[in-house]
């Protein structure tokens, strides 16, 4: 963790959100379907991709707090199935890594291709220690530089970055603890202690601790929308009070007005009642507003009214079902609180450049294509 509150000074950098193949399936790039898909991915529905390293020694607080954090924005309620986000820790299957609280944690995929992720994490562990790693992990994370896929660095994952050589240009966000040793080892090196992370280009560097929570709800808001960051921080931060904490919510989620605090917990109501939206005016009473108050919040962060935002959270998660499910249009609308299937329609359209059919229909993969029988001659 570190000791200032203060934002990131590195500029941030929204990471490659795009695929390759003869369809498109990212449910983000569904909120942009006339956007140009970029670069090598395989197809995936999900928005967050992440491939985790450990290191002997990795501090646990650093791997709970990131794998959390996606669990929470992954999925409706508190089902923590991988599907808005995924992740995994990597390495030989079967193998298992030892925390320094003495944890012992398993690996749970092979090391794969870098296009299957949108980041590699590695957890750095107790600095005697770095030197005892998989043998493989240099030369996966140099291809996975080589290919363009962002790396982070966390806790003491910078000191492993940068001894491969992976952290040339780039100013890591180090823990004020490890001033002296980042000297030591890397005097000619730039650094910054008073970030809870930074960003600059493909490298993310976090200094592990509780700001692990401000990085993964930031990668969330940029990837999955402000709906999914601020259900990270309620899941992870959230207190009876209107006093603010450690966390610094207004900075992770983008939300500075003072009433922020009831934006929040509307959100995270209209995800608990998709199937059967609340009232707007219950929806204030239980935020401790007014139908009138709350408005005026939604106008001033979102730039929509609260039925507006509503609808949006609604029909994000009736495209979620049309691209991972084979259910009829018409349940689909009734799961994601709509009256009739025309309603649905015509307001999925409207957001989405297309009806639901026609787009459900444009993400199937073609027929596969059978060889008939050999011909005699």
């Known amino acids: ?21 003869p369809v498109p399936v990212r ?32 501090p646990l607080l650093s791997l709970a707090g990131l ?50 992720f949108d980041y590699v994490a590695v957890i750095g562990g107790l600095l005697p220690q770095l030197n005892e790693m998989n043998p493989q992990f240099p030369a996966f ?30 100013a890591p966000c180090i823990h ?15 650094f ?11 490298r993310i560097t976090c200094p592990g601790g509780v700001s692990i929570v401000e990085l993964v709800t930031e990668l969330v808001r940029q990837h999955c929308g402000a709906d ?48 059967t939206p609340l009232e707007i005016a219950v929806l204030a009473r239980l935020v401790n507003s007014s139908s009138r108050q709350l408005e005026r919040v939604f106008l001033a962060e979102t730039g929509c009214t609260p039925s507006e935002q509503y609808r949006r959270l609604r029909l994000k998660y009736a495209r979620y079902l049309l691209t991972t499910t084979d259910l009829p249009i018409l349940t689909i609308a009734v799961e994601s609180g709509f009256s009739d299937s025309s309603h649905f329609i015509r307001h999925f359209q409207l957001m989405y450049g297309m009806p639901p059919g026609r787009l459900r229909k444009a993400i199937q993969p073609p027929p596969a294509v059978t060889a008939g029988p050999p011909q005699g001659g």
């Open 192 to 202: 910054e202690t008073d970030s809870h992370y930074a960003i600059s280009h493909d």
């Open 27 to 58: 449910l983000d790039q569904l909120d942009r379907v006339d956007a140009p898909p970029v670069g090598k991915r395989q197809a995936s529905s999900s928005e967050l991709r992440v491939g985790i390293l450990l290191w002997p020694g990795f």
């Open 228 to 275: 999914r960051a601020a259900k990270v921080v309620h899941q992870m931060t959230v207190t009876s009070t209107g006093a603010g904490t450690h966390i610094g919510r207004r900075h992770a989620l983008g939300y500075h007005s003072s009433d922020h605090e009831k934006l929040r917990k509307a959100l995270v109501l209209m995800e608990k009642n998709i199937a």
């Open 67 to 116: 794998c959390d954090g996606l669990r929470h924005a992954a999925d409706i309620g508190d089902q923590s199935r991988q599907v808005r986000c995924s992740w995994a820790i990597l390495g030989h299957p079967g193998d298992s890594v030892v925390a320094s609280c003495n944890a012992r944690v398993q690996t749970g995929l092979p090391l794969s291709a870098p296009r299957n």
């Open 141 to 170: 994370l140099r291809e996975v530089a080589q290919a363009g896929t962002p790396l982070m660095g966390i806790c003491t994952g910078s000191f492993v970055l940068a001894r491969l050589g992976l952290l040339n240009g780039h």
């Open 1 to 21: 963790m570190v000791t200032s509150l203060k934002a990131p000074k590195a500029t941030r950098r929204a990471a490659a959100m795009a695929f390759d193949g």
């Open 176 to 190: 004020p603890y490890h001033v002296d040793d980042w000297k030591a080892a890397h005097p000619d090196l730039p």
